[in-house]
């Protein structure tokens, strides 16, 4: 079910200082999938996702939305194609309520005044729409969360603009292991409903539970894009590890 | 979004949860009690602090001072002691909420009253012209700060603290050391010293009662038409009776002839008063009804988040010292008409760290983000009282510096204790 490609870097280089980050790297992702990107700590998994979301444009390379060439400049750029990177720290004010942060920066408003009834209208229609179930109520200050709802709020904000393409950057990385099943059952329902999806994650069993396709970086190359169902657990290790994989070992 | 009935206790349990059933249960009363009392118990304290101080403050007066504190004369000039600290604490709610401080606003008012009488009786130029100039000056003294603080990146307490030096210098060269600048003008004296019409008085109060439980219930009528987070229609009945209670209450006994001699009557609500309330319901209606203020909120819960989130931090950061400054001239103003002039000591000592003590009284956080107009207005009362009260007792200078220092730490304590049990309340 490929088709065309969403998301399209090519050729991306990225560099800090003399440091060079990103060597010619290719990475696309595709409406209605999940696309896995993995690689050790320091092979530029954060750094690709900040390209991609337009914290750090990259130095060098094309940047292809649906085919056509664009110039990703800000989370700005990024956030009009319709391109939303949920960080791993998620940027949550605690502060607020649920429907205060599912619209921060976008509030609705009827002339001057916030349109308080229709963003809860709308909050209540992004999570029931991603199926989540566990929260009280949606005017909850986020301060009362687990970490799982406070993941749960941070996709659903992404999700809430007609997003095309949503990065998550390690969602279950903090999470318990029932909490780490919701998340990976919303992340298969938001592929499911169209959008791309891209999953940053360390941990091969998340990885290979809801992925269509995985990526791996390798000290700044990407040196495989592969359908999931075409490797095996041992062989993405081995890609992270040491950048090849080895024939299929016998599977166990 | 299942409708079934719960089959087990179990199963309505976990119901009880999720699916948003807070949403979407009916609050009666009780409920709304008891979430009430889980919120005050997780560290969302509101206004009660304030208003327990209040109470016990206005008891505590009364009976130490029985035939005085509650004198007709003595609250009508309790209001009008209050005024100036509210109004200065009100624009410093903004700069709290950022959990940033403005150290310079006491003297900033100084500067502002200042230039307003030196207008008026160097240049003779009418009352308007001179508060709009010393409005002025005070936006620009904000935005000096603010771009220090924002831009720059100094931090606030840096900055401030030199401005707190800087700006009293600019009195003393503007006034003289030891002169002092009379204020005779008509309007600018009546905001503390004259009265409103006692019919005026009544008229503009039942329009706030009204307008209040009119937007109360208006606001509960379409949460519940749309099935969104309603309260309680008696609890928003009560609370719009109680407001509606205060507003008459003040304007009963500010009504009352407390002239000193049977000659002549003196009654009515200051002037000032009606100005604190205009200054309250449009902060609280921008900080709670616009994106501006939702911004303000999230610049002062998480910065970071407000920046990905596309807000401006740097706009809001110099915005909000803006408005403390601009808030501290028209306080300075009030604060000259008060004493009928301006001197080199106008806007020094107490008056910021009482103003920065009201706005913490009243339940503004000093870490950021929580706060409400309102608390300055409660907190400007209580410290007045504080005020009022010990000099009624004659009590010594010193022993007013410690006590006020006290109530002050207090104060703070309360807000870091809560903010703590906030953190560990959650799930």
């Known amino acids: ?252 | 979004m299942s409708t079934d009935i719960p089959e087990s206790k179990e199963a309505a349990m976990r119901m009880a949860d999720s699916d948003f059933a807070a949403d979407r249960r009916e609050h009666d009363v009780r409920s709304a009690l008891l979430d009430y009392r889980d919120r005050i118990r997780a560290g969302e304290l509101g206004a009660l602090p304030a208003i327990l101080g209040l109470v016990s403050l206005v008891v505590l007066f009364t009976a130490l001072k029985p035939g005085t504190f509650l004198s007709k004369g003595n609250i009508a000039n309790l209001s009008t002691q209050a005024l100036p600290i509210t109004i200065l604490a009100m624009g410093l709610v903004f700069v709290l909420l950022l959990g940033e401080i403005d150290l310079s606003a006491g003297v900033a008012s100084g500067v502002c009253a200042a230039v307003m009488a030196k207008l008026i009786v160097d240049s003779g130029q009418p009352w308007y012209v001179a508060v709009i100039s010393a409005v002025a000056i005070g936006i620009v003294i904000g935005t000096a700060v603010g771009w220090l603080v924002a831009v720059v990146r100094i931090p606030s307490f840096v900055v401030t603290l030199a401005f707190f030096l800087g700006l009293q210098g600019v009195t003393l060269r503007m006034i003289g050391d030891g002169g002092t600048v009379p204020v005779r003008d008509d309007v600018i004296v009546a905001l503390a010293n004259k009265n409103m019409p006692i019919w005026l008085g009544w008229t503009l109060a039942a329009a706030c009662a009204a307008a209040y439980a009119a937007t109360q219930l208006l606001r509960w009528r379409r949460q519940r038409v749309r099935h969104l987070h309603s309260r309680p229609v008696e609890l928003v009945a009560a609370q719009s009776a109680v407001v509606a209670a205060a507003l008459l209450a003040g304007t009963y006994l500010l009504s009352l002839d407390r002239a000193p001699s049977p000659l002549i009557t003196l009654g009515g609500v200051p002037w000032g008063v009606p100005l604190v309330g205009a200054l309250l319901v449009g902060c609280t209606f921008v900080l709670g009804r616009t994106s501006y203020g939702r911004h303000v909120y999230a610049v002062g819960g998480n910065a970071e988040a407000a920046r990905r989130a596309g807000i401006n931090v740097t706009r809001i950061r110099v915005s909000v010292f803006m408005i403390a400054s601009a808030f501290a001239a028209v306080s300075g103003i009030v604060a000259a008409s008060r004493l009928n002039s301006v001197t080199p000591d106008s806007g020094g000592g107490n008056t910021l760290l009482y103003a920065v003590g009201a706005a913490v009284i009243g339940g503004t956080s000093l870490f950021g983000g929580r706060g409400k107009a309102r608390d300055a207005v409660l907190g400007g009362l209580v410290i007045a009282i504080i005020e009022n009260g010990l000099g009624l007792l004659g009590t010594k200078a010193y022993l007013s510096f410690l006590i006020t220092g006290v109530v002050l730490l207090l104060a703070a304590s309360i807000d870091a204790l809560a903010r703590r049990r906030r953190s560990s309340a959650g799930r």
């Open chain 1, 1 to 252: 079910m490929s088709g065309t490609p969403v998301l399209d870097l090519r050729g991306i280089d990225k560099s800090f200082g003399s440091v060079k980050v990103l060597h010619d790297v290719a990475f696309s992702a595709y409406p209605g999938e999940v696309t896995a990107l993995v690689g050790d700590n320091g092979a530029g998994k954060t750094t690709l996702v900040k390209c991609i979301g337009g914290i750090h444009p990259p130095d060098r390379g094309e940047y292809r939305f649906e085919g056509a060439r664009v110039r990703v400049g800000s989370p700005r750029d990024a956030a009009a194609l319709g391109i939303e990177v949920v960080h791993q720290d998620l940027a949550l004010c605690e502060n607020l309520d649920i429907v205060q942060n599912l619209f921060l920066g976008r509030e609705r408003r009827r002339g001057l005044v916030l349109d308080e009834t229709a963003m809860e209208e709308m909050a209540h229609r992004a999570l029931s729409g991603l199926a989540v179930r566990t929260m009280g109520s949606v005017r909850q200050p986020i301060s009362t969360l687990s970490g799982g709802q406070r993941q749960t709020v941070a996709i659903a904000r992404a999700v809430l603009w007609d997003s095309r393409v949503v990065v998550l950057d390690e969602p279950a990385a903090a999470l318990g292991v029932a909490q780490t099943q919701q998340v990976l059952e919303i992340v298969r329902r938001l592929a499911d409903n169209g959008l791309a999806v891209v999953l940053i994650s360390h941990n091969m069993n998340d990885v290979f539970a809801v992925s269509d396709r995985i990526a791996a970086l390798y000290l700044g190359r990407m040196v495989a894009q592969v359908r999931t169902a075409d490797v095996t657990h041992r062989q993405v290790v081995e890609l992270i590890t040491s950048g090849v994989a080895g024939e299929p070992g016998p599977r166990r």
